[in-house]
């Protein structure tokens, strides 16, 4: 009997202390222990619009759009259809790239029976344009999509191009280009109403050797600048060039038959400078048929179109059958100012980019509406592992978003304006034998359509759209099979694409790994940025470090939805983090959505389409504050609701305008010359400099100092110059300077890139906003983002700012300085939900959630909601629930795989655990004496 007391005993007391022990992480608090990752979010204040175009592909027009067009029944095949709505993108270019060069699209339109071939600009088939652009024009409005138009001028003149103008965007009966009336053609084609479209870009690559065309022959006018060439226009001399077909670019053999047409492969030609060979033979021009005998070897020729005609066999020879026909003449290219000019002429609010960077070295500024660019990477270490491809694909990321930084800086440098826009309507990665594996199947090398990959073009969406760039689209929309299928050049690239048919039916899509990373974006993203900053980032990577985590905040300005988007880049470790939103209290579910898979090497295929997929859960977190684990290798989006809530905290605001005309604000330190200046409404500071460089410090020390979290710091400069008169603006901290950046000849400069284009004369408001925690600033020009990132050592303090005129003598005004600030401490994360029992009713409410997932729910297109294995920790709710999915019901939640926080500095975790020390304790020396006492019997 006492042996079955001292077992009861102690057993209850041991499992009582182990129950304790086990509850700790669980019941744990978050304490500020300086290693847990912590996402702060500025939830509100607006840091520039979101693009609708920075989300979308390049599409390509040949094969049936390759492979999403039913060319048997003229329409896109409904699986796609579907796919590619629900997916919300922004953006989807037509007619392509380098395959659309030679694209002409008046014979793309109308009745299938009354088109006729097109040339493809990259192997100069000649195919069938089932594809054509009304197809593509209405397959956009279908999905909610814009355009951007490729005008192929190597075969499309500045009069081709503003008919094309007028027939997308021209009203029936304006007819403002002349001649045909081509907006009523599209009312006749079944499109009554203008397409709008609003963006076009002059030509593809041309500085490429391949993609140069009319640009590899000589200039008769002895011009060897290309550049000015395609800005300005010149006029070559083609010499042995074939005489090709009607939508042919290498059919130059006579079939014998009467009234043969050939072409130049460039028109127009200058009047006079024509000699056609037949086998090399010269014959003769003529200007008609008329009195020419059936031996007479002639032939007429329009200039204007490039067509040559040859005699029927009683007026004029016909060239023998198998013959062949070459021209000698002089093209005269109209240069990109031509196509600009005729095309705005019919609709003046059309933007217009040319496709050489340096091109606003021989046009005005006003004449270009901005630059396309097309930003490719390869890797830059050798690889031999999923993993090293995994690094190598995060370490391009950082690659693309450095290059659309550079790019907008190169492009304000050169037009001076800061409306310019800087468009990347390709970018991506280029396949490479450095990667890892030899796979050389139909579909293409696997890994290049990974997860990995996948992550990496988030991160640059993610970091192209802090940059504010309009326009920012992934390389390829379609691949034509995915093997199985018939074989067609350059079609087992699949790695190049978002979404691909199957090889053995065409009627069904495999959605590749960025095609969901697309979607995912799509489906949770705002009207307009805010500010993110993390803490306590952990680095990773073998054969590249990066960080581990990278947010990206949007609001939605109707609903006041906050959509909170997180890349955990680390291929091994979940990491748990900190969400501390500032401004912004939630309330209500949150709606949880991950893209991921079962590991970074996974692809989606015909054979397994699902395994990398969106899965979605929602839980209920209350208050600023709530602790999330993001999984390894995944994209997740948080959409939250809520309200805002004012968070920043003045620490310093001078206006200067009680300020007497000889005398500083007590902050302020002076070692040069300044005066006192009268404003419109107020007073301002002029800083002058005078044969030696002056300085102006504005003291941030004192009880005040925003030494930790978030601060602001705005004010307002004019240059009354130009010159290279400059005012430098640096932070300093205790042991270095934080950030720097300079007015000088016109420009706002900063990491020694053109961030911005300033008016003489005029205040432009400045802001700076840095996280002292994460080390990061980020600087804000007249309220747009122009300035990268930067880094300091977070655990200096910040003591001032300094104003400081260099260089050549000259003024500046400073109206103002004003510094708000906020801490990013978390403060505690309460005890977990209980989970929230599953119902297992239908919900026959309407659901006003965008819907995220395509209304075919076949398995191959709808990837499986699985449960969600992460754990979110809310802020105190009354009653709090963990992420459940919202598919398959679920009554126990399973083994909690969240990593244990960290004990330290935590209160609660602390008492609990010295409790359960001394239950333990005492259950232990009861069973001593229980046990000394058994044996003493």
Same mark, same amino acid.
């Not at 395609?230 to 010149?234: I, K, Q």
């Not at 205790?734 to 934080?738: I, L």
């Given at each position: 009997?006492k042996r079955?007391?001292?077992?009861?005993?102690?057993?209850?007391?041991?499992?009582?202390?182990?129950?304790?022990?086990?509850?700790?992480?669980?019941?744990?608090?978050?304490?500020?222990?300086?290693?847990t990752?912590?996402?702060?979010?500025?939830?509100l204040?607006?840091r520039?619009?979101?693009?609708?175009?920075?989300?979308?592909?390049?599409?390509?027009?040949?094969y049936?759009?390759?492979?999403?067009y039913?060319?048997?029944?003229?329409?896109?095949y409904?699986?796609f259809?579907?796919m590619?709505?629900d997916a919300?993108?922004?953006?989807?270019?037509y007619p392509?790239?380098t395959?659309?060069?030679l694209?002409?699209?008046k014979? @793309?339109v109308?009745?299938i029976?009354?088109?006729?071939n097109?040339?493809l600009?990259?192997?100069y088939?000649?195919?069938?344009p089932?594809y054509?652009?009304?197809?593509?024009?209405?397959?956009t409005?279908?999905?909610g999509?814009?355009v951007?138009?490729?005008?192929?001028e190597?075969?499309?003149?500045?009069?081709?191009?503003?008919?094309l103008?007028?027939y997308?965007?021209?009203?029936?009966?304006?007819?403002?280009n002349?001649g045909?009336?081509?907006?009523?053609?599209r009312?006749?084609?079944?499109?009554?109403?203008?397409?709008?479209?609003?963006?076009?870009?002059?030509g593809n690559?041309m !500085?490429?050797?391949?993609?140069?065309?009319w640009?590899? !022959?000589p200039?008769?006018?002895?011009?060897t600048?290309?550049?000015r060439r395609?800005?300005?226009?010149?006029t070559?001399?083609?010499?042995g060039?074939i005489?090709?077909r009607?939508?042919?670019?290498?059919?130059?053999?006579?079939?014998?038959?009467?009234?043969?047409?050939?072409?130049?492969q460039?028109?127009?030609a200058?009047?006079?400078?024509d000699?056609?060979?037949?086998?090399?033979?010269?014959?003769?021009r003529?200007?008609?048929?008329?009195?020419?005998?059936?031996?007479?070897?002639?032939?007429?020729?329009?200039?204007?179109s490039?067509?040559?005609?040859?005699?029927?066999g009683?007026?004029?020879?016909?060239p023998?059958s198998?013959?062949?026909?070459?021209?000698?003449y002089?093209?005269?290219?109209?240069?990109? @100012?031509?196509?600009?000019?005729?095309?705005?002429?019919?609709?003046?609010?059309?933007k217009?980019?040319?496709?050489?960077?340096?091109?606003?070295?021989?046009?005005?500024g006003?004449?270009?509406?901005?630059?396309?660019?097309?930003?490719?990477f390869?890797?830059?270490?050798?690889?031999?592992?999923?993993?090293?491809l995994?690094?190598? !694909?995060?370490?391009?990321?950082?690659?693309?978003?450095?290059?659309?930084?550079?790019?907008?800086?190169q492009?304000r440098?050169? @037009?001076?304006?800061?409306?310019?826009?800087?468009?990347?309507t390709?970018f991506?990665?280029?396949?490479n034998?450095l990667? !890892?594996s030899?796979?050389?199947?139909?579909?293409?090398?696997?890994?290049?359509?990974?997860l990995?990959?996948?992550?990496?073009?988030?991160?640059?969406?993610?970091?192209?759209?802090?940059?504010e760039?309009?326009?920012?689209?992934?390389?390829a929309?379609t691949?034509?099979?995915?093997?199985g299928?018939?074989?067609?050049?350059?079609?087992?690239f699949v790695?190049?694409?978002?979404?691909?048919?199957?090889?053995?039916?065409?009627?069904k899509?495999v959605?590749?790994?960025?095609?969901?990373?697309?979607?995912?974006?799509g489906?949770?993203?705002g009207?307009s940025?805010?500010?993110?900053?993390?803490e306590n980032?952990?680095?990773?990577?073998?054969i590249?470090?990066y960080?581990a985590l990278t947010?990206?905040?949007?609001?939605?300005?109707?609903?006041?939805d906050?959509?909170?988007?997180?890349?955990?880049? *680390?291929?091994?470790?979940?990491i748990?983090?900190?969400i501390?939103?500032?401004?912004y209290t939630?309330?209500?579910k949150?709606?949880?959505?991950?893209?991921?898979?079962?590991?970074?090497a996974?692809?989606?295929t015909?054979?397994?389409?699902n395994?990398?997929?969106?899965t979605?859960?929602?839980?209920?977190?209350?208050?600023s504050?709530f602790?999330y @684990?993001?999984?390894?290798?995944?994209f997740?989006?948080?959409k939250?609701?809520?309200?805002?809530?004012?968070?920043?905290?003045?620490?310093?605001n001078?206006?200067f *305008?009680a300020?007497?005309i000889?005398?500083?604000?007590d902050?302020?330190?002076?070692?040069?010359?300044?005066?006192?200046?009268?404003?419109e409404g107020?007073k301002?500071?002029?800083?002058?400099?005078?044969s030696?460089?002056g300085?102006?410090?504005?003291?941030?020390?004192?009880?005040?100092?925003p030494?930790?979290?978030?601060t602001?710091?705005?004010?307002?400069?004019?240059?009354e110059q130009?010159s290279?008169?400059?005012?430098?603006?640096?932070?300093?901290r205790?042991?270095?300077?934080?950030m720097?950046?300079?007015m000088?000849e016109g420009f706002?400069?900063?990491?020694?890139k053109?961030?911005?284009?300033y008016?003489?004369?005029t205040?432009?408001?400045?802001?700076?906003?840095?996280?002292?925690r994460?080390?990061e600033?980020?600087?804000?020009?007249d309220?747009?983002?122009?300035?990268?990132?930067g880094?300091?050592?977070?655990?200096?303090?910040l003591?001032?700012?300094?104003?400081t005129?260099?260089?050549?003598?000259?003024?500046?005004v400073?109206?103002?300085v004003?510094?708000?600030?906020?801490?990013t401490?978390?403060?505690?994360?309460?005890?977990?939900?209980?989970?929230?029992?599953?119902?297992?009713?239908?919900?026959?409410?309407?659901?006003?959630?965008?819907d995220?997932?395509?209304?075919?729910?076949?398995a191959?297109?709808?990837?499986?909601l699985?449960?969600?294995?992460?754990?979110?920790?809310?802020?105190?709710?009354?009653?709090p629930?963990?992420?459940?999915?919202?598919?398959t019901?679920?009554?126990?939640?399973?083994?909690d795989?969240t990593p244990?926080?960290?004990?330290?500095?935590?209160p609660?975790?602390?008492?609990?655990?010295?409790?359960?020390?001394v239950?333990?304790l005492g259950?232990?020396?009861?069973?001593?004496?229980?046990?000394k006492?058994?044996?003493?019997?």
């Open positions: 009997m079955r007391t001292f077992t009861f005993r102690f057993t209850a007391l041991f499992l009582c202390a182990l129950l304790l022990f086990t509850a700790l992480p669980v019941f744990q608090t978050f304490g500020d222990d300086g290693d990752p912590i996402i702060v979010v500025d939830a204040t607006e520039g619009r979101v693009s609708p175009y920075t989300l979308g592909s390049n599409h390509r027009h040949a049936g759009g390759f492979g999403m039913d060319t048997e029944n003229g329409e896109v409904s699986e259809l579907d590619t709505k919300k993108l922004g953006t989807v270019r392509g790239g395959i659309a060069n694209f002409t699209w014979d @793309t109308g009745p029976s009354e088109r006729r097109v040339v600009g990259n192997s088939e000649s195919v069938f089932y054509g652009l009304d197809e593509h024009m209405q397959y409005e279908a999905i999509a814009e951007i138009y490729m005008v192929g190597a075969a499309e003149t500045p009069e081709g191009a503003a008919d103008v007028e997308l965007n021209g009203v029936v009966g304006e007819n403002k002349g045909i009336d081509w907006a009523k053609k009312a006749e084609n079944g499109h009554p109403e203008p397409y709008g479209v609003v963006y076009f870009e002059i690559e !500085y490429h050797a391949n993609q140069q065309y640009l590899d !022959y200039s008769a006018l002895g011009d600048d290309r550049a395609y800005m300005r226009g010149d070559v001399a083609v010499t060039s005489a090709r009607y939508g042919t670019w290498k059919d130059n053999v006579s079939d014998g038959s009467a009234s043969q047409e050939f072409y130049t460039y028109n127009p200058v009047e006079g400078t000699k056609v060979y037949v086998n090399g033979e010269k014959w003769t003529v200007a008609s048929f008329e009195g020419v005998s059936a031996s007479d070897k002639v032939y007429t020729f329009e200039p204007v490039g067509k040559i005609t040859f005699g029927d009683v007026k004029g020879m016909k023998a198998g013959a062949k026909i070459t021209v000698d002089h093209h005269k290219h109209a240069g990109f @100012t031509a196509y600009y000019d005729a095309m705005k002429a019919v609709d003046p609010d059309i217009i980019f040319a496709n050489l960077p340096w091109a606003f070295n021989f046009v005005e006003v004449k270009c509406d901005g630059i396309v660019y097309h930003n490719y390869t890797y830059s270490n050798s690889l031999s592992s999923a993993e090293d995994h690094d190598a !694909y995060i370490e391009m990321a950082g690659k693309l978003v450095r290059a659309i930084d550079g790019n907008v800086a492009l440098e050169r @037009t001076k304006r800061q409306d310019t826009i800087a468009a990347v390709e991506g990665s280029i396949d034998p990667i !890892y030899d796979n050389s199947s139909d579909y293409g090398r696997e890994e290049a359509r990974s990995s990959r996948a992550l990496s073009f988030a991160l640059t969406y993610m970091g192209s759209s802090k940059a760039s309009l326009i920012h689209i992934h390389q929309y691949a034509y099979s995915f093997g299928g018939e074989k067609l050049p350059n079609a087992d790695y190049n694409s978002m979404y691909a048919p199957y090889g053995d039916d065409p009627t899509f959605e590749g790994a960025t095609a969901l990373a697309y979607k995912l974006i489906n949770n993203i009207d940025y805010r500010t993110s900053f993390i980032n952990p680095i990773v990577g073998d590249a470090e960080q947010s990206t905040v949007s609001v939605d300005e109707k609903t006041g906050l959509y909170l988007l997180v890349v955990n880049a *680390d291929k091994e470790n979940d748990q983090a900190k501390n939103l500032k401004g939630v309330s209500g949150a709606r949880i959505q991950t893209l991921n898979a079962d590991d970074i996974a692809t989606n015909p054979e397994h389409p395994d990398i997929t969106i979605e859960s929602e839980a209920t977190f209350g208050g504050s602790a @684990t993001f999984p390894a290798h995944s997740v989006a948080i939250l609701s809520g309200t805002d809530s004012e968070f920043y905290t003045e620490t310093l001078e206006s *305008d300020v007497e000889s005398t500083l604000p902050a302020f330190s002076l070692s040069g010359t300044a005066s006192m200046v009268a404003l107020g301002a500071l002029r800083l002058e400099r005078s030696s460089n300085s102006l410090t504005v003291s941030l020390s004192g009880d005040s100092t030494l930790d979290g978030i602001r710091i705005r004010f307002k400069l004019s240059a130009t290279r008169a400059r005012i430098q603006v640096d932070l300093n205790s042991e270095g300077t934080t720097m950046f300079a000088e706002v400069k900063n990491d020694a053109i961030r911005a284009v008016t003489q004369g205040l432009h408001e400045f802001e700076i906003v840095a996280d002292n994460s080390g600033y980020i600087l804000f020009f309220g747009s983002y122009i300035g990268s990132p880094r300091f050592d977070p655990d200096t303090g003591e001032g700012i300094t104003f005129t260099m260089t050549q003598n000259g003024s500046f400073l109206d103002g004003e510094v708000l600030s906020a801490s401490e978390v403060g505690e994360i309460p005890a977990p939900p209980v989970t929230e029992a599953p119902d297992t009713t239908p919900d026959t409410t309407p659901d006003t959630t965008p995220t997932t395509p209304a075919d729910t076949t191959e297109t709808v990837p499986p699985a449960p969600d294995t992460t754990v979110a920790t809310p802020v105190p709710d009354s009653t629930i963990a992420p459940t999915t919202t598919s019901p679920v009554t126990d939640p399973g083994p795989t244990d926080p960290d004990p330290e500095n935590s609660t975790g602390l008492i609990i655990g010295i409790v359960a020390a239950v333990l259950g232990g020396i009861t069973a001593w004496f229980v046990i006492k058994k044996r003493s019997a």
